[in-house]
């Protein structure tokens, strides 16, 4: 699997959805910030697993980012890293605190 692009509500109502089924990934990247090109290469090796990982490229689709920080009550920042299940937010994190490790192990606590 690879990142799945978040372009539309649309997008991220499916996005929702499916963190019924099993916790989800979604990423908000900005395209300008050496510090989330970082980031993303923390999320990148979640988004080549099983787990479905969405992207949010905050300059492409501000509207869905907006969405995401109204819809899930977060609070709006860039690069971000929120884990997903049942339609609520289970982990949350920003800038430096975007590592590999600390994605996988919200993962495995909410899928427990």
Do not use: W
């Amino acid at each position: 699997m690879a990142f799945r692009a978040l372009t539309s509500a649309d997008d991220l109502a499916a996005a929702l959805a499916a963190s019924h089924e099993q916790p989800i990934v979604l990423y908000k990247h900005s395209a300008t910030c050496p510090l989330s090109t970082r980031a993303r290469r923390q999320v990148q090796p979640i988004a080549e697993g099983a787990v479905p990982t969405y992207e949010v490229v905050v300059q492409q689709a501000r509207p869905v980012s907006n969405h995401i920080s109204s819809d899930l009550g977060v609070r709006h920042e860039t690069p971000q890293v929120l884990v997903v299940h049942n339609g609520t937010v289970v982990f949350d994190a920003s800038h430096g605190a975007v590592t590999t490790t600390a994605v996988q192990e919200a993962l495995q606590a909410a899928a427990a």
